[in-house]
């Protein structure tokens, strides 16, 4: 790797060597950065630095960088700028990251103001939309609730049109296969995608929390899926929001 490979992705590899302490039941989460802007780099490794539960093991200026880190210590979560060079390369880095690594999870971060990079960018399936600017404080949440499982898309910005993908269209049913949606489990489906609990959304729905998690219940089955976290991605995925 070239001198300017190096300073664009510093990664942090654990040691094999290292013994884990008695006691300890769960890891860290693996966390990568992945911003054309060294400030923003910085500041998002310096943000998780006291976290307990996140470590940075690398940030990347550009795709090629991260990609050579995340295939030597593969990530649980990539927080990544969309633009990085070019307009869409952020795109393509989320569908190779996606694509190469089950189960990473990956929350976008930028100031894209462009429509269609931005609904290329949600079709792939990524699990976070949040643009620049927002509090520090949020952006630490949102990578806590891709770790839970959940989704996190902005409510204002490039987040109203995210949100609008993702609702699909209205009083619709939605094929899938030999199955069909109802439209309560589409009105649940967008509400997921949304990152809601299954509370909201009976709040939402104004219908019990017991109806949500018989919703909830159907759509994995339909979507063929175990758990929950795998739901909005599959239907992601297929096309259905």
């Known amino acids: ?21 008695v006691g300890v039941a769960r890891r860290t989460a693996r966390l990568l950065i992945v911003d054309g802007e060294p400030i923003v ?59 190469r690594h089950r189960g990473v999870r990956v929350l976008v971060l930028t100031s894209c103001r462009d429509r269609e990079v931005m609904l290329r960018t949600v079709r792939l399936g990524v699990h976070g939309y949040v643009r620049k600017g927002t509090d520090t404080g949020d952006i630490v949440r949102a990578v806590h609730k891709l770790l839970r499982g959940e989704s996190v898309f902005d409510s204002g910005g490039s987040g109203a049109v995210v949100v609008d993908v993702l609702r699909g ?22 509400l997921l995608a949304v990152g809601m609990s299954n509370r909201e959304i009976g709040r939402r729905l104004v219908i019990s929390e017991a109806t949500v998690k018989f919703h909830v219940r159907n759509l994995r089955d339909k979507l063929d899926v175990r758990r929950r976290t795998e739901i909005v991605y599959t239907a992601t995925r297929q096309g259905i929001v």
């Open 41 to 99: 780099r910085f500041g998002l490794r310096q943000l998780f630095a006291a976290d307990p539960e996140v470590a940075v093991i690398g940030e990347a200026a550009g795709p090629r960088d991260a990609l050579v880190i995340a295939d030597r210590c593969p990530p649980d979560i990539v927080i990544l700028d969309v633009t990085l060079g070019r307009a869409d390369a952020g795109v393509d880095l989320a569908r190779i990251l996606l694509e």
């Open 169 to 190: 269209e209205q009083g619709q049913p939605r094929g899938l296969g030999g199955a069909m949606l109802t439209e309560r489990e589409n009105q649940v489906l967008r």
């Open 1 to 21: 790797m070239t001198t300017d490979a190096v300073l664009d992705a510093r990664t942090v590899v654990p040691n094999p060597g290292t013994s884990t302490p």
